[in-house]
């Protein structure tokens, strides 16, 4: 199910992503969380081991399962004004390309199955806003090949892949809606 008003906004670690989709959903657009800091969260308030330094296969799996689940939930809502996702389902692949965990034929349908609007939104590395915390403990050179592999990705699976200049946060909201809208 190819979904047109579900935009993605991704990129690596650290370069403004929820900022941006905060900044989006005081706007009045929907926005969905990332899964994967949520993920995190929970594996350590548990004790869990699907976590990126513990167990990656686990916490691809449970990257993917809840970015599926979300993108099905919001596909049944019928919601047709655009709904900004941080993060969607290739992200979770990228991270399984990244880490070397082999893609099976039940992952390869889910991507051909679950399509976001073709235009993607991806946020270059900005050294000068990243940080590191609890969840994200990447380094700044891991953060860029992220960025890299991302983008590699989206274009792998088809996708427009859309730079968002640095700036400030209602800059580079105003060009995303503005993108959005030169559709209409």
Known sequence: M?????????????????????????TGYLTIEEEARRIIKEQMAIGGN????????????????ASVKTFEKI????????????????DAVCYMRMENISLSKDVI????????NKKVF??????????TDTERRQSWKE??????????????YDYQVIEVPKGSVSIRQQFIVDTINQRR
């Not at 699907?50 to 399962?65: C, E, R, S, T, V």
């Not at 596909?75 to 290739?90: A, H």
């Not at 349908?109 to 976001?116: L, M």
């Open 109 to 116: 349908e889910i991507v051909g199955k679950c399509r976001y």
């Open 50 to 65: 699907g976590l990126p330094w513990k167990n990656k296969i686990a916490y691809a799996q449970l990257m993917l399962d």
């Open 75 to 90: 596909s049944s809502n019928g919601f047709l004004p655009p709904v900004f996702f941080d993060r969607g389902i290739l």
């Open 122 to 131: 991806m946020l270059p590395p900005w050294a000068e806003i990243y940080e």
């Open 2 to 26: 190819k979904k047109n008003n579900f935009y993605v906004i991704t990129g690596g670690p650290g370069v403004g992503k929820t900022t941006l989709l905060n900044k989006l959903a005081q």
């Open 143 to 156: 953060a860029v090949f992220t960025f890299e592999k991302m983008k590699e990705t989206y274009l792998l």
